[in-house]
């Protein structure tokens, strides 16, 4: 199959790890730059870095983030996942990409969706009552930037510069995506490949019917952990757990029970954690559900120890994406 | 003397050359970052970036270009120059330079000013005879921010991120700068060191009226080229021309005639545009009047053949900083 496989970071980070390591921002935001340096060693796709406002990440801001990976690197593409676009000016988020692009001889990418989390909202002042209407007239913007109006400086080598759809699972985001003929990518983390398959669907009706037949694209981020073994892979527990669980009392988060985490493993089920053999077999089983065209997978989560997400992508790079490329489509 | 030594660049672009070169956005970008690289193999402090938002230079957002500066270096310090605050929100300018100043292990500077065109209150759609009012406002946010208030990730490796007030001449900014107590950088693009020295007298009484005597600090930013004889310094002048010439009829700038340029060049005029000794002549001539901390020497300006920026560039670093750290105070 032609798939385009690649890695994402969301720089989720605690005081403490769960194997009792303490963490700052400076190590993980320097952790996320070698990790986009050794995905493109390693001949993977794309970096995705995330924008989050809350002492629960290291990264607010993922522009300088990918501008450092881009000096730092030849071929691998570089991307917001996501740009939280209703708190910012679409102008300046319009700037600030197009000079990554330049940066990076044409590497750049928008993807841009909701926050998960509430905290931008209040951090910028922008009602989170009126997202709808807000992010619809930003995103009406930034379309009209990428295509000349106003004319703003640099002009990124890509033209017009790739701006994708995140969307977590709202049908409104998903058919907005396809009308607008824009690229989607959907959150799998949750549900099943028969539940992506009925968004996929919404996508590619409405985005035909609009007249994008030929321009729709599907990206699926999951999270995901290539381990040597079913046990290494299973021990990954502890870390799931901390990465999803409410922070505050009362905060957002879901507490995965280890039943849930195991469920979660299975074929049809989300979690890309397993060996190579079997993370290949489930994407292989969700490209029979749904034909996606991009893979961007969550790499270091919940505190996973820098070695073993190194060895993690490596496995990706070099089992997992051969596997899923040589597959017939 | 004790003064910290560094270059600027300002992207400035035309689409060709006074000698005949085509340029492009992204081939004044790269060259950019070479010269950051470049200024930091070289032992110079420090390098700025300014932010334009016209076709006639090549940036417009700096956090970017500083951060694939910072992956390639290690010991330059890194700053906008200026940042045009008034039109931008203070929370993405404050996560922005704190995201860099991770990036680069502390090496971030915010400075702010007024943009010397009118480009960018039209395009961000901020009201040009509101901008004294709307400054004050953001300055105010962004000290804040420095502060702690709202809190913002990533926290910068410096408390507080160093923040610079960069003033064309105007007494006022030069007052504000003074009562804040934060550091000041002057142009010194028309005049004579007695014309600064009325704008360090004015800065430094207001500074020490306000009790902040201990941390006042003046840096200069000039016009510069280091040339290997007399008789390149003069050839430089086609290309000083262009750089300042209005680019649009009735548009901003100056015809600098080669009469102004030579006499830009004296002892008591801004130009430090000569020989090493010429340039080390004048920069002691202006430490005697006004007791400068910083210089940030505009180095790439006019479609300057890169190699000859480079040779000036480690003129700075190789002749005239020495012989001015070697002088008595």
New interface residues.
């Given amino acids: 199959m032609s798939v385009e496989i690649g890695i994402a970071s969301l720089s989720d980070r605690q005081p403490c790890t769960v194997d009792g390591r303490p963490t700052t921002?400076?190590g993980r935001?320097a952790e996320i730059?070698e990790l986009g340096v050794q995905a493109d060693r390693a001949g993977l796709d794309l970096i995705g870095v995330g924008e989050?406002?809350?002492?629960d990440?290291?990264?607010?801001?993922p522009?300088?983030?990918?501008?450092?990976?881009?000096?730092?690197t030849g071929r691998i593409r570089l991307t917001s996942a996501v740009t939280v676009l209703s708190v910012?000016?679409p102008?300046?988020v319009h700037?600030?990409f197009a000079?990554?692009d330049?940066?990076s001889?044409g590497r750049a990418e928008i993807t841009v969706g909701r926050s998960a989390y509430p905290e931008p909202f209040a951090?910028?002042g922008v009602d989170i009552n009126r997202y709808e209407e807000i992010f619809a007239a930003k995103l009406e913007s930034l379309l009209r930037l990428r295509s000349g109006s106003?004319?703003?400086?640099?002009?990124p080598?890509q033209d017009p510069l790739p701006l994708w759809i995140g969307a977590g699972g709202s049908p409104a985001s998903v058919a907005r995506a396809g009308a607008l003929g824009l690229p989607l990518i959907l959150g799998y983390l949750g549900g099943s490949p028969d539940h992506l398959r009925r968004l996929t669907d919404l996508y590619r009706a409405t985005g035909e019917q609009a007249g994008h037949g030929d321009r729709l694209r599907v990206g699926v981020a999951a999270h995901y952990f290539g381990a040597a073994s079913e046990h290494e892979a299973a021990a990954t527990y502890p870390h799931y757990h901390d990465f999803l669980r409410p922070k505050s009392p009362g905060g957002g988060g879901f507490v995965v029970s280890e039943q849930a985490f195991t469920e979660g493993r299975t074929l049809d089920r989300p979690l890309m954690i397993g060996t190579s053999e079997q993370v290949t077999e489930k994407l292989l089983h969700l490209h029979q559900a749904i034909g996606y065209d991009r893979l961007q997978l969550l790499a270091d989560w919940g505190g996973l120890p820098q070695s073993q997400v190194h060895d993690s992508v490596h496995r990706l790079a070099g089992e997992i994406a051969p596997a899923l490329r040589e597959s017939a489509d």
Same sequence: chains 1, 2.
């Fill in positions: 921002e400076a935001t730059i989050h406002h809350s002492r990440f290291a990264v607010s801001s522009a300088p983030i990918l501008a450092a990976i881009a000096a730092r910012h000016d102008i300046r700037q600030d000079t990554l330049v940066i001889g951090l910028f106003p004319e703003t400086v640099p002009h080598v």
